[in-house]
């Protein structure tokens, strides 16, 4: 079988460094070179068209393409028999799945044809709310084939979370099952999704996969079964024509306002990256199994469970359960049981199967493993030893991956076993990314051990293109800060030798197990329990989670702690409900009326010593108070 992703892996510290020059002194043509060995069904005739201001973004101008061609149609000469998704239940004594590039294909191709005949077009906007089965994978790429947009929201969302995103998007269709295992619990999907589309005009017809076989509601004339979708529907379908720059996906994710964002990204620009930067950092080579443990809800499920690795024609492993069922040992058994190469997960599981002592590690070999990676949050050293020592033996570099949902694709990150790796240092930026720490004025800081906040400044193809239907959005959050850059939310340090390490955001988000969080969405549905007055969500440093909310709230009565994590779950979901509820007699506040949230994340913290200044406060008697009631 020929390597065609040989040509486009770096294999040495000097290529490396030679490719970073070349991409920064050239990014057109360096972009150009990788985008070429893609199927097109009409080139570009502009690589690249880039204003920050408006933001403007563009790449591959005048590009024709089908992202499904390219990792589904151009495998299937030389590898369409190879294992394209090894799916693993919930449940280690069901069965699993081996599907193959040719039988994806198919599927893909049918579901394609299902959806048209039920009435979606190129351009329709179609939510995925759907467990972890290889359907959940069919469905985005079967939207991804005729152009519609696919928006996957997280199958742990509340309904009222569900319905925002739904009619934020005006979506047309929703993909989702009759329940969901996770662990010992089966969660019912589709009655969250009919809650949701109650409050939703826009939705015209339901798919329903059939995983849990539950008794659920059927809505004439709008519900239909999965299986009935795609009776005797065609497995042949002629990929729709796309724009490099037509939209791919929406994909919602929370910022320091209440309401989430869609961020957009296209089809171009995607594909080109997340190809590159899955075969780089993970040295991904043909043959080997790859297993990334996210969801497909978040960015990193899109890029490294699905469209990263399928474009580079690789195995990827799907997991439908949660690392500590049946006992905390799966993730180790299921390593072994698929001889997995890469292993992809987020700190947060690390620190809570660590909790769980090395037993469940040591009864498993561990010896397939070449290369471990980490995402989502900051990983603190001693999570870091862990990891390298008893999952990768010392021997597998551990490559921490730095992005976020709007760069689409890692940004900075070791390359495994090519850049050197450092305990909690994401490290170095990949070939075409530009990284710049910057003071509070904006001055970029240049040198080594500078600290400030983390800004980009040339655009790479795969960073976002706006926020859907509110650019001015985008705009403000990520291009106004400072001039000409685009800015991450993230504080980050660059250390004596040069290497990078990300400090966590600066911003009004929590990382909560690597799920971000807006204090803001947080405080908003606080605020719908009918006896909360007014609150305020900070994050303080939690041993498993990375960062717990902590709500302080005011209300007219004591003791509805649980009614109020029982709102939260209701409005957002299980993910969003604080760890930490204290009901406070009011709020630290300047005298225009502001919180200061800087003094309640002390208290969060139990950093009391040092609050700073407090007598400018309109009312500073009340922070000793909430000092007292936090004790
Ligand atoms: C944080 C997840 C430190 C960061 C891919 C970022 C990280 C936010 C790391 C994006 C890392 C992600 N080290 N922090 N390796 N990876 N983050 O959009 O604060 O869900 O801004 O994307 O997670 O979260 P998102």
Same mark, same amino acid.
């Given at each position: 079988m020929k390597d065609f992703t040989r040509q486009h892996r770096i294999s040495s510290l000097s290529e490396y460094t030679k490719a970073y020059d070349s991409s920064v002194k050239d990014p057109e043509s360096f972009w150009s070179d990788i985008a070429s060995s893609f199927k097109w069904k009409k080139k570009w005739n502009q690589t690249l068209k880039w204003d920050f201001e408006a933001?403007?973004? =563009?790449?591959?101008?005048?590009?024709?393409?089908?992202?499904?061609?390219?990792?589904?149609?151009? !495998?299937?000469?030389?590898?369409?028999?190879?294992?394209?998704?090894?799916?693993?239940?919930? *449940?280690? *004594?069901?069965?699993?799945? $081996?599907?193959?590039?040719?039988?994806? !294909?198919?599927?893909?191709? +049918?579901?394609?044809?299902?959806?048209?005949?039920?009435?979606?077009? =190129?351009?329709?906007?179609?939510?995925?709310?759907?467990?972890?089965?290889?359907?959940?994978?069919?469905?985005?790429?079967?939207?991804?084939?005729?152009?519609?947009?696919?928006?996957?929201?997280?199958?742990?969302?509340?309904? $009222?979370?569900?319905?925002?995103?739904?009619?934020?998007?005006? &979506?047309?269709?929703?993909?989702?099952?009759?329940?969901?295992?996770?662990?010992?619990?089966?969660?019912?999907?589709?009655?969250?999704?009919?809650?949701?589309?109650?409050?939703?005009?826009?939705?015209?017809?339901?798919?329903?996969? +059939?995983?849990? =076989? $539950?008794?659920?509601?059927?809505? $004439?004339?709008?519900?239909?079964?999965?299986?009935? &979708?795609?009776?005797?529907?065609?497995?042949?379908? +002629?990929?729709?024509?796309m724009d490099a720059e037509d939209l791919l996906f929406i994909l919602y994710t929370s910022g320091s306002t209440g309401k989430p964002k869609g961020v957009v990204h296209t089809c171009g620009g995607y594909m080109v990256y997340t190809y590159y930067s899955f075969l780089n950092v993970f040295q991904y080579k043909p043959g080997d199994i790859y297993w990334c443990t996210a969801d497909v809800g978040w960015i990193t499920g899109h890029s490294y469970i699905v469209y990263g690795p399928l474009l580079a024609g690789a195995t990827t492993v799907m997991f439908e359960g949660v690392p500590t069922y049946p006992d905390a040992g799966r993730f180790w058994e299921v390593c072994d049981k698929y001889q997995v190469n890469q292993f992809y997960t987020a700190p947060t599981a690390i620190r809570a199967l660590e909790a769980h002592g090395l037993e469940l590690v040591e009864k498993h070999k561990l010896d397939s493993l070449r290369v471990i990676g980490s995402v989502g949050e900051p990983i603190n050293e001693e999570a870091w030893h862990w990891y390298h020592e008893h999952i990768g033996k010392r021997k597998c570099p551990l490559v921490d991956t730095w992005w976020q949902t709007e760069t689409g694709g890692i940004m900075i990150s070791a390359l495994a076993g090519i850049t050197p790796n450092k305990p909690a240092h994401a490290s170095l930026p990949l070939p075409g990314i530009q990284p710049v720490i910057v003071d509070s004025e904006g001055n970029e800081l240049t040198g080594n051990n500078v600290e400030g906040n983390l800004c980009v400044k040339f655009p790479w193809p795969s960073i976002l293109r706006t926020t859907y239907g509110d650019h001015e959005r985008c705009k403000h959050t990520y291009f106004s800060a400072y001039k000409n850059m685009y800015f991450t939310g993230d504080g980050a340090k660059r250390d004596h030798d040069g290497y990078l390490r990300i400090l966590g955001r600066v911003d009004d988000v929590i990382n909560v197990s690597g799920h971000r969080m807006g204090t803001a969405e947080v405080e908003n549905a606080i605020d719908e329990h009918p006896k909360v007055i007014e609150s305020a969500v900070v994050g303080y440093p939690h041993d498993i989670k990375g960062q717990g909310i902590y709500a302080f709230v005011i209300a007219e009565t004591d003791g509805i702690e649980d009614e109020i994590k029982e709102t939260v779950n209701k409005m957002i979901g299980p993910i969003a409900k604080p760890d930490k509820i204290q009901i406070v007699p009011g709020l630290p506040k300047t005298r225009s009326g502001k919180i200061m949230r800087r003094i309640l994340r002390k208290i969060a913290s139990k950093e009391t010593d040092n609050l700073g200044d407090t007598s400018t406060l309109l009312n500073p008697e009340v922070v000793e108070e909430i000092i007292k009631g936090a004790s």
């Open positions: 933001p403007d973004v =563009k790449w591959f101008l005048g590009g024709k393409l089908n992202i499904t061609e390219n990792l589904l149609d151009r !495998h299937l000469e030389e590898r369409g028999e190879e294992v394209a998704i090894l799916w693993e239940p919930n *449940d280690p *004594d069901e069965k699993g799945l $081996s599907i193959s590039y040719r039988e994806l !294909h198919r599927k893909v191709c +049918q579901f394609a044809n299902a959806m048209i005949s039920k009435g979606v077009a =190129k351009g329709d906007r179609v939510i995925i709310y759907m467990p972890m089965v290889p359907e959940a994978a069919v469905a985005m790429l079967a939207c991804a084939r005729i152009g519609a947009v696919h928006s996957v929201v997280f199958a742990g969302f509340s309904a $009222s979370a569900l319905a925002d995103r739904i009619n934020d998007c005006e &979506a047309k269709m929703v993909l989702t099952s009759d329940g969901n295992f996770r662990g010992a619990k089966t969660i019912d999907v589709k009655g969250v999704v009919d809650e949701a589309v109650a409050k939703c005009g826009c939705i015209e017809k339901v798919i329903v996969y +059939q995983r849990t =076989k $539950s008794d659920v509601h059927m809505e $004439s004339g709008r519900d239909l079964w999965w299986h009935d &979708a795609i009776q005797d529907v065609s497995e042949e379908h +002629q990929a729709e024509e």
